[in-house]
């Protein structure tokens, strides 16, 4: 039941993530053809800050599949009901207070940007963008992470996927017809209002929960724990936009939004293969099946490492074509920025490498164990980013980005096979150096075949398709002679000739 749940989870997040990069790829095209550089710097800013909101979070939503994963596997519905209850009661004051931030945030934000755009076009932007994310803490993220922790994140993901679907559609036939920047958005937050109404219902509907029980702040216990990994998070996903807002130009915001949105969209599909693996962890770890969850571990951290390094090293010999020709008649400001891509790509696959050893660790509800490598993430993207930023700009804080994120995946490797796992340290030697190798393999092919000369997306992508059939058949070919077993277990899962035991 796990593995079908699993390979679910893992097929609805592939088309998810497919159909975001495509979106991601289609919707700010449109918006930098339409609006120009510092429109589109202006609306991922305002994103941006909007979701500072999330800090107020703590981190609550994973420490809720934490507390989930028991009464689930024990079905127990009374304990069930009182963490989504009390989960339901904490987000429902957060959508209160978000409003609030909104209020706010319109009346100082534009004083920031005051130079490019007038106080009453940013203000009322605002008011539009923030929408949809009220809606997603009043209605939707209780619900969701529920969907998550008894492994039907497939539901949520296919109702995202029909959003997604109709957002874009709208979006390109309003800017094609004219439209202003402030009606697009605001068509775009009343579509995304969508999904958590829609998963409101469906819980309401699927799950027997109590809706008489009364919440419970102890119910979910490590909330306070949860809070240093929701900022470390947090931090990585959107500190460096506040910070080029600030310290920068929004031609700057943008170009870090159009090298964001690619790596991103490529950090999501590695994302994939890990989709519903920390509640299947969870599940095994409320069981006590210490042997089995040892043995998924390993095959899934290999799958995840043949993954990682083939899409990433194929991404830093293939990024800077596709973003020259993506962005192709946008001249007002310089989008081809070598050390930047590389950096960003360094530290995103720095950050796919660790999902395993995350997933594990926060299945076993060891937020308070590994809290304090969650601050000094966090802290140290911070300031580094801040000190480098006024010296190198867009490269500063991804410097920044880059060092923070190699301490915080080093510290949950070894947290992981040491309290966890309890695996001999070679086996993380032996992991690192494998990834290492067939990056730098790859890389050295590329420069000996020559990709260059590209100049239109076709071209684009069949060279990219040989570099993803080479650094496949690499990265498979060295992980099958190194991990045998797990590549062998990998293979009867996908060929449905094997399953993890229930």
Do not use: C
């Not at 987000?91 to 106080?119: A, C, G, H, Q, T």
């Not at 102890?218 to 310290?247: C, E, P, W």
């Not at 991103?264 to 962890?281: M, P």
Request: charged share 15%.
């Amino acid at each position: 039941m796990r593995s079908k749940k699993a390979l679910r989870n893992i097929s609805a997040s592939f088309v998810l993530q497919i159909v975001v990069a495509i979106s991601g790829l289609i919707v700010p095209r449109f918006i930098l053809t339409a609006f120009g550089s510092d429109v589109n710097g202006l609306t991922s800013s305002i994103t941006q800050f909007l979701s500072y909101i999330a800090l107020v979070e703590g981190g609550i939503a994973g420490v809720t599949r934490a507390a989930l994963y028991k009464p689930l596997a024990e079905n127990d519905i009374k304990q069930l009901s009182i963490v989504t209850k009390s989960t339901e009661v904490f987000f429902r004051k957060i959508s209160y207070f978000f409003l609030l931030y909104i209020f706010v945030l319109m009346i100082f934000y534009p004083l920031i940007v005051e130079n490019s755009f007038d106080w009453f076009y940013t203000s009322s932007l605002i008011g539009i963008i923030g929408i949809s994310t009220f809606g997603q803490y009043y209605f939707g993220i209780t619900y969701q992470t529920l969907l998550q922790a008894d492994q039907r994140q497939y539901i949520a993901n296919y109702i995202q996927v029909v959003t997604i679907i109709i957002n874009t559609i709208i979006i390109v036939a309003l800017i094609s017809f004219g439209s202003s920047i402030h009606i697009v958005r605001l068509f775009s937050a009343t579509i995304f209002l969508i999904r958590p109404i829609v998963l409101h219902f469906y819980v309401n509907k699927h799950y027997s929960l109590d809706k008489k029980v009364k919440s419970d702040n102890n119910a979910v216990s490590q909330k306070r724990d949860g809070l240093g990994h929701h900022m470390a998070y947090f931090i990585h996903s959107n500190t460096d936009v506040v910070i080029l807002t600030l310290f920068s130009s929004l031609y700057d915001v943008s170009v870090y939004a159009i090298y964001s949105m690619i790596v991103r969209s490529i950090t999501n599909i590695v994302k994939i293969f890990s989709s519903g693996i920390e509640a299947a962890f969870g599940n095994m770890i409320s069981n006590n099946e210490t042997e089995n969850l040892k043995k998924s571990f390993t095959m899934v951290d290999t799958g995840s490492s043949i993954v990682t390094v083939t899409i990433f090293s194929t991404a830093i010999v293939m990024i800077l074509p596709f973003v020259q020709i993506y962005t192709t008649g946008v001249e007002d400001t310089n989008y081809i920025r070598p050390a930047f891509a590389y950096l960003i790509l360094l530290a995103e696959a720095l950050y796919s490498m660790r999902l395993p050893y995350q997933s594990i660790a926060l299945a076993a509800g060891k937020y308070k164990e590994t809290k304090k490598g969650a601050y000094i993430e966090a802290v140290s993207n911070i300031l580094i980013s801040l000190i480098m930023v006024n010296l190198l700009g867009l490269i500063g804080v991804a410097i920044g980005t880059l060092i923070s994120m190699l301490f915080r995946t080093l510290d949950y490797m070894l947290f992981a096979i040491n309290n966890i796992l309890h695996f001999k340290k070679f086996y993380l030697v032996k992991r690192i150096s494998t990834n290492i190798s067939i990056f730098v393999i790859v890389y050295g092919l590329s420069l000996f075949i020559g990709i260059n000369n590209i100049d239109t997306y076709i071209d684009w992508v069949i060279k990219a398709l040989v570099m993803t059939l080479i650094a496949g058949t690499i990265s498979v070919a060295i992980n099958f002679i190194l991990y045998s077993e797990d590549f062998k277990k990998l293979l009867n899962i996908f060929l449905n000739k094997s399953s993890i035991k229930d």
